[in-house]
């Protein structure tokens, strides 16, 4: 059964409607502006979180410190790297905690989804460019990807059941359950609706 993570939540609300929905993760972002949460705002929404819904931290090139004293306080569950990160920066946080990582790849040609396949993290996440972008990129790469995947990157209601049929390991989304820069309700509905039909669908074939 495909995963789906509910990415970029920030208010109080958009807990209340992942714990309505149930979704397998929920993202906090770490970066960027438009969602960008404080530790003290993600401490809040995780407590206000369903204790089995798992919390991934989004982070770009941060100082390690910062993500583990973010687990450590049981902020977050999962940590995902959605900047330049290397393989050392990997190993060096590996070293240091068991929670799941997860490496979020731009998939533009086959040479990324061959660095996506060799990366050690537990999870690979492929999206567009730029995270949080609303847009997706050429599925037709994913033939290229050898190992379980986050596919990210544009997801929306219309084109959940295309995004099925390539087997994600996981389906993530943001852009697609907003409305002016905020969680939508209505638009979530749809989302899970979509996503959870199609998946009867799929196991069906
Ligand atoms: O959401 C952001 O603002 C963001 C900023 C910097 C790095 C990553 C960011 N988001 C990651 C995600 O929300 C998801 O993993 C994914 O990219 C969702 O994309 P989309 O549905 O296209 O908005």
């Known amino acids: 059964m495909t995963r789906v993570k509910l990415c970029g939540l920030k208010r109080l609300c958009d807990i209340d409607w992942a714990n309505e929905f149930r979704p397998d993760y929920v ?6 502006k438009k969602r960008r949460v404080t530790d003290e705002q993600a401490a809040a ?14 982070f770009v090139d941060e100082p390690q410190e910062h993500i583990l004293r973010l687990l450590e306080a049981g902020t ?4 995902q790297l959605h900047g330049s990160e290397e393989e050392a920066y990997i190993k060096a946080l590996r070293q240091q905690t068991k ?3 997860i490496k979020a790849f731009s998939l533009e040609s086959e040479a990324d989804a061959k660095a996506a396949n060799a990366s050690s993290v537990t999870y690979v996440l492929v999206d567009h460019g730029s995270g949080g972008s609303g847009q997706a990129f050429d599925w037709d ?3 290229f990807l050898e190992r379980p995947y986050f596919l ?6 219309e084109n959940i059941k295309q995004a ?7 389906v993530d989304v943001s852009s697609g359950i907003e409305t002016n820069g905020y969680k939508d309700y209505d638009k979530i509905k749809r989302f899970m609706a979509c996503l959870r039909g199609a998946m009867v669908e799929e196991e069906q074939r």
């Not at 977050?76 to 940590?79: D, H, S």
């Not at 990210?152 to 209601?157: D, F, I, K, Q, V």
Request: proline share 9%.
């Open 164 to 170: 099925l049929a390539y087997r994600p390991f996981a």
């Open 141 to 143: 790469l994913l033939r």
């Open 76 to 79: 977050i569950q999962v940590v």
């Open 27 to 32: 993202g906090f972002v770490f970066a960027g």
């Open 45 to 58: 929404l995780r407590s206000h979180l369903l204790s089995d819904i798992p919390a991934v931290g989004v």
């Open 99 to 101: 929670a799941p990582l």
């Open 152 to 157: 990210a990157g544009g997801l929306s209601p």
